[in-house]
């Protein structure tokens, strides 16, 4: 084990001791239920052991988490894809949810510590740069349990904290060494839009916190000779039909209150879909995206990242969990 493996080996242990008592009144996240998890759900609906939908290499992150956009697995020769496990369940409820089959409708299989550990470790094997682990707010405590096993076990390689930006600062501290890359969402800024959309009127509020603690631990995306991310902070925003002066809300927010040089992501990959509601029930047109780029744009982030515009109705992008492929990477 390396000085840095067994460092980070500390910190697992040390999340884990400060926060398992969570498990028998959960305040993992800003929705406080405070339940037993061993006997009762929140509004995650999660238990103490996580649901597993998908652990794959994934080549439609952005291209320093998923490498050189290989078009599908085992193509790009060499290290290349985002090491990613889908977990089930979420502590927001966002109507127009693309990954609504599992974080609505709880698809997937129970994965204790040992199942988590062998997903992890065989990504690693099978040239993953990175482990990224989606929707793992409500989820903190067996993924930590899975990865005290794993990195005994000699996992070496990022890791990456892929949420919905409505984490607890609280949570976020305590993971601080464990955590390389933070990947969150900025949805929104207006408490009428997040309430009406995601369920959660204090979004802004509480994702503003955890954003700045991320960026205390992580305030410049950090990446290597062969364009991989190692360390950083990457923010995700998703231009939704109709709510541009929102999406410029969030782009000022994020250049007033944290360092031009983290990673900012602006995404154009919006669909409707489950609940969607009806002045939602189109795509994002050109008009609407270019804006929203621009300003990014004059803004003067040092790493930015650009989706095409629109999205056409067969992306890859828009996955089947349903599947055992839930992904159609383009050659």
């Not at 993992?28 to 939908?53: E, F, H, M, Q």
């Not at 510590?113 to 094997?125: C, H, N, Q, Y």
């Not at 990865?147 to 984490?167: E, F, Q």
């Not at 509601?277 to 804006?291: A, C, F, Q």
Request: aromatic share 8%; net charge negative.
């Amino acid at each position: 084990m390396t000085p840095e493996t067994e460092a980070k080996a500390g910190r697992i242990e040390n999340a884990l001791a400060a926060l398992s008592e969570q498990e028998t009144a959960c305040f993992l996240c800003p929705r406080n239920c405070g339940v037993d998890r061993r006997t009762k759900r929140g509004i995650c609906r999660a238990g103490t052991t996580a649901v597993v939908s998908h652990a794959l290499l994934h080549y439609g992150e952005e291209p320093v988490l998923s490498g050189d956009g290989a078009a599908a697995e085992g193509e790009s020769g060499g290290r290349s894809g985002s090491g990613t496990i889908f977990f089930a369940g979420c502590n927001l409820a966002c109507r127009f949810c693309q990954n609504y089959q599992i974080s609505w409708f709880d698809e997937g299989r129970p994965a204790g510590g040992d199942d988590l550990a062998d997903m992890m470790l065989g990504l690693r094997d099978r040239g993953a740069l990175n482990i990224n682990f989606v929707s793992p707010t409500h989820l903190v405590l067996p993924i930590l349990r899975g990865l005290r096993k794993a990195v005994l076990k000699g996992l070496d390689i990022p890791l990456v904290y892929n949420s919905n930006g409505y984490d607890s600062a609280a949570t976020l501290k305590e993971l601080e060494g464990v955590i390389d890359i933070y990947l969150p969402d900025a949805k929104y800024v207006s408490p009428d839009l997040s309430s009406r959309y995601s369920g959660a009127a204090d979004y802004f509020e509480r994702a503003a916190a955890a954003l700045i603690e991320m960026h205390r631990q992580q305030p410049r995306l950090e990446i290597d000779e062969n364009g991989a991310a190692l360390k950083g902070l990457i923010i995700r925003h998703l231009v939704l039909p109709g709510c541009r002066e929102d999406s410029l809300k969030v782009l000022q927010w994020i250049r007033d209150n944290l360092s031009p040089s983290i990673g900012l992501s602006i995404m154009s990959q919006y669909r409707p879909c489950h609940r969607t509601p009806t002045e939602l029930n189109r795509t994002v047109t050109p008009e609407e995206y270019g804006r929203v780029v621009d300003f990014a744009l004059s803004l003067d982030f040092e790493n930015l990242f650009i989706q095409p515009e629109p999205f056409g109705p067969d992306e890859h992008l828009v996955p089947d969990f349903r599947l055992p492929k839930p992904f159609r990477w383009k050659g």
